[in-house]
């Protein structure tokens, strides 16, 4: 099978040199049909890639250690989901998959404009495939996804526990989809820039891919957070890792385009703006998957070491280099059709909400490569998340009380009248909220708070008050009634109301963060099962251990599972029982005893948390494996050296049977993680909130089959008419 | 004023006060950031008081607890030199015997240095680790 695999990789990068002479060739010589037979380059790219990535899927789907990557990364005792996911866990398959979404996506996008753009495709074919000829090329030359194995262990090395949690099966095509989806735009930006077509159309025409890209980035975003809140045992959902920061930086710039090029399109200004943030967008992404792969920013040594460094440094640099050149060398065919009327039009609104934006995206950037830049002169220094959070809070904040008033200002210029009018109402909201806020204990106390729930107010008054204007509108046109007014509204204009309800969720969101950030109490106790530690008037008891092998009830195939049962109460009142445990996996280090391998890989914390509307709580364990360690080395003296498999088996059965005996009558004193912090549900929410409007933003409107099929046919009679 | 002038005019202001911003961060992130030491040259010389980001492997068999405090030894990547840290707060899933992290420590009493509450972190496994395979993914080479 594996080679199979290796001739598809091989095909792939054949029909992506092919495709890239086609097109180029085919755009230069005017020649139709050297452009088409790139085209079906780009399809043969998604075949060959599909069939690797089944290969490849397939041999860890039947856990066939014949091949390497399989024996490292999964194992028989994987359960059957996670062996699917392990396949992206190792850096060979997550390679593939990137190669294989971008074919998939390349192909949809160069289909639907198989009838458009034709100056512009050929130039775009060019760069997906060269897309596709870098990643196919790593995949045949630098690391090996179809490497096998002589002698086929009996079993593999096993998926690591950490990732075994259902937010992170899904989190990289996530995250994938996003990063290759915004390749699209990149080519096609290259292309409009290449063919002189730098109007609007390149935009039009892959909009929805824009959307969709940023739409799945930040889903991939928000499932890293969930599973960073409910499986890492320190009970936060983003700590400014640089991993976390690498995924953000395009979602940032992108967020920036799929507004400003709605400039673009309404009045054919910044184009330049427009074309520059593409481009950093599609390079960020190339970063951020380099960034995740590498190692690098631990130190610059780790790039030596790093087998992927160079072939993605000078990727980088070419996509720079190369971006830079053609928006200075087409800089005379980039002028506004228009200029800047007012300071006060929505215009001017969302170029500022881009320059934030921009600047959030900056400062990420530049304390995210601090320890590497300042290891390059000498002292190499690091910033922590209070750092991070000291420039981006305020950033932020501006920029919630940008997307308040951006649905309020007229196009072009405002006049102070209008500006009253549309204003009154939301500032009521966020007046009624500053003023109510102050008399809840502990808020005015924390400023960055409150603010951010005045101006979430603010921006949710504007959301009302324009869904509500659109219904009276409405329900007077056609005598709807409201509900169904208001529902036909979004129908009518999904991309405006898709984008409210964005900011809508991305608001409670934020809010969300902000109230879990400032009142959160967290308290790192060590009990002794009868003992009670407060936190945040709540008082939690550890009322017993528990212990289970061979039976993980959160089915991530633990062997071993030390846990405990808290009661959790307030006020003497009963508010919730809590079963936080811990996780021990086997170990692969063969220097050790037979039964100290068998549960001496990395722990995870399995958490426990109840959850509600106004507050979490949220409980992690760690049982002192230390205390156990006697008994363990005991258990392991008393296996023989030379012991059957039967005997060997038994002998390993009598240890876990002893050792979950011991724990659950007499445990040693577990540290606990207790964590109260509100509003945490809200972030949630709020991000289900914003997908739901995205997906309402991406959804075709309802006459647009209609509209794409009178498109279709003018563009046929035109083709006729140029052939006559 | 022509409108080229105008235009060009204006590019510069904007690009300036960018520049000042971007410098006024570059500028307060150089002093926010704690020098990042391994345990020999804290061992060489380290000022009480000042924070460092303390990165090295933890030592086997170090790691003790102490009521709510986190006793253990931070050594150097390759070698033996080490030191003492005492910490409270989140302790990360992978830590252990042997794994290598980073923690924001200060000079306390005596010799043993004060880990910053919840700032112990350990490299993330999803990251490609070249040299120890200790994470989850592992090399080809």
């Known amino acids: 099978m594996a080679i199979i695999g290796r001739a598809a990789l091989i095909i792939a990068l054949v029909v992506c040199a092919y495709g890239i002479f086609a097109s180029v060739y085919g755009a230069l010589k005017g020649r139709r049909d050297f452009v088409e037979s790139a085209r079906r380059a780009v399809y043969a790219l998604a075949l060959t890639t599909t069939v690797a990535f089944a290969v490849l899927e397939i041999a860890f789907l039947r856990s066939d250690f014949s091949f390497s990557v399989v024996a490292s990364h999964s194992s028989t005792t994987t359960p059957w989901h996670y062996k699917a996911a392990a396949m992206w866990s190792s850096q060979e398959g997550s390679l593939l998959l990137w190669v294989w979404l971008l074919s998939i ?24 495939l060269g897309y596709g000829a870098f990643f196919t090329g790593l995949l045949v030359f630098w690391v090996h996804p179809f490497t096998t194995l002589a002698q086929a262990p009996a079993d593999g090395q096993g998926l690591n526990p950490l990732l075994r949690h259902p937010a992170m099966m899904i989190h990289p095509p996530m995250l994938y989809s996003g990063y290759t989806l915004f390749a699209i735009p990149f080519a096609f930006a290259i292309g409009a820039l290449i063919a002189k077509r730098v109007d609007a159309e390149w935009i039009r025409s892959t ?13 991939g975003i928000l499932l890293g957070a969930r599973w960073s809140y409910t499986e890492l045992g320190w009970g936060g959902y983003w700590a400014w890792d640089a991993v976390e920061n690498a995924s953000l930086m395009p979602w940032l710039t992108g967020t920036a385009f799929i507004h400003s090029i709605m400039i673009q399109e309404k009045r054919g200004m910044l184009k330049v703006w427009n074309v520059s943030l593409v481009l950093a967008t599609g390079i960020l992404c190339v970063l951020g ?14 790039f030596g070491a790093s087998t992927l460094g160079v072939p993605f440094v000078t990727l980088i640099a070419g996509m720079s280099i190369g971006s830079i050149a053609l928006v200075v060398w087409r800089r005379g065919l980039l002028r506004s059709e228009h200029k800047l009327d007012s300071f006060l039009s929505r215009e001017a609104i969302f170029l500022l909400n881009n320059l934030v934006l921009v600047a959030l995206c900056f400062v990420i950037f530049w304390l995210t490569f601090l320890p590497l830049i300042t290891e390059i002169f000498g002292d190499q220094r690091a910033v922590g998340p209070p750092v991070f959070s000291r420039y981006t809070v305020p950033l932020a904040l501006v920029l919630v009380l940008l997307s308040g008033i951006g649905p309020l200002i007229a196009w072009r210029r405002a006049t102070p009248r209008n500006l009253r009018k549309t204003f009154a109402m939301p500032v009521l909201f966020g007046v009624v909220a500053f003023v109510a806020l102050l008399f809840v204990p502990n808020v005015p106390q924390k400023p960055l708070a409150l603010a951010m729930f005045v101006l979430g107010a603010f921006v949710i008054g504007t959301i009302a008050q324009e869904v509500w204007r659109g219904a009276v509108a409405r329900h007077a046109m056609t005598g709807e009634v409201y509900p169904l007014a208001v529902v036909s509204l979004v129908r009518r204009n999904r991309r405006r109301y898709g984008g409210y309800f964005v900011h809508l969720g991305i608001v409670i969101l934020f809010v969300g963060v902000a109230a879990s950030t400032a009142f959160q109490h967290a308290e790192d106790v060590r009990l002794q099962v009868g003992q009670t530690a407060t936190v945040n008037g709540y008082q939690v008891k550890y009322e017993r251990s528990t212990a289970t092998y061979r039976s993980d009830p959160r089915g991530t195939g633990a062997l071993l599972t030390l846990g405990a049962v808290l009661d959790v109460s307030k006020h003497g009142k009963h508010v919730a029982t809590l079963y936080p445990a811990r996780g021990y996996f086997p170990s692969d280090d063969a220097s050790q005893g037979l039964f100290t391998q068998l549960i001496n890989g990395d722990p995870t914390s399995e958490v426990a948390l109840k959850t509600g509307p106004t507050r979490d709580f949220w409980t992690a364990v760690s049982p002192d494996f230390s205390k156990l360690q006697p008994m363990v080395d005991a258990i392991d003296k008393a296996i023989p050296p030379n012991v059957s498999q039967a005997g060997l088996i038994r002998g390993l059965q009598a240890g876990l049977t002893a050792l979950q005996a011991r724990y659950e009558q007499s445990p040693p004193p577990a540290m606990f993680r207790l964590i109260s912090s509100p509003l945490v549900m809200w972030i949630w929410i709020g991000a289900l909130i914003s997908i739901g409007g995205g997906l309402i933003a991406l959804w075709p409107a309802p006459d647009a089959a209609r509209r794409r099929a009178t498109a279709a046919i003018r563009a046929r009679v035109a083709q006729d008419l140029g052939r006559a | 004023m022509d409108p080229a002038r105008k235009r060009r005019v204006r590019l510069v202001v904007a690009l300036t006060a960018a520049l000042f911003l971007a410098g006024g961060l570059v500028y307060t992130s150089f002093s926010a950031g704690s020098p990042a030491k391994t345990p020999s040259q804290l061992l060489a010389g380290s000022t009480p008081g000042s924070s460092y980001k303390l990165t090295g492997k933890v030592v086997d068999g170090s790691i003790r607890h102490d009521g709510s405090a986190l006793l253990f030894r931070v050594r150097d990547r390759d070698g033996t030199a080490s030191v003492p840290v005492s910490y409270t707060g989140s302790v990360p899933d992978p830590f252990r015997d042997g794994r290598e992290v980073i923690v924001t420590v200060s000079k306390g009493s005596g010799d043993t240095f004060t880990g910053e509450k919840d700032s112990l972190i350990t490299k993330c496994p999803s990251k490609f680790q070249a040299d120890d395979g200790s994470g989850s993914t592992s090399s080809m080479n």
């Open chain 1, 289 to 302: 998957t380099f960034l995740v792969r590498s190692g690098i920013l631990d130190s610059i040594h780790a």
């Open chain 1, 207 to 219: 909009r929805r891919f824009a959307l969709a890209a940023w739409l799945l980035l930040g889903c």
């Open chain 1, 105 to 128: 996506w390349s192909s949809l996008v160069i289909f639907l404009t198989r009838h458009r753009l034709r100056d512009v495709v050929p130039w775009a074919t060019a760069v997906l």
